[in-house]
């Protein structure tokens, strides 16, 4: 279960349903699941190259778009060398 203490602020990761994986500080939330990423960046996985950082800023996600959501360790995802990580690309969910 994911809990938020009104003022702190965690690192988490989402993947979307068009299978994006983006990741920030957790901002805020609603009942809906909409949630509002700070210094977030999308992570673009490819078998032929690293991975590659695109970065958004503030980020609104809205929860109808949204498969999976974790929070992240920050220490240890930085000690991951992402320029010789290799990966396919996530497809999109399918219902």
Known sequence: MFTIALGSFEMISVITND??????????????????????????????????????????????????????DAELDESINRKVLRGHPLKPVIH
Do not use: C, K, P, W
């Not at 901002?27 to 977030?40: M, V, W």
């Not at 960046?41 to 959501?69: A, C, F, K, M, P």
């Open 19 to 72: 299978g994006r994986h983006i990741v920030g500080m957790l901002r805020g939330f609603d009942q809906a699941t909409n949630l509002i990423l700070d210094e977030s960046h999308e992570r673009v996985y490819s078998t032929q190259q690293g991975v590659e950082d695109i970065v958004l800023g503030l980020y609104i996600i809205r929860g109808d778009n949204i498969s999976i959501i974790g929070e992240l």
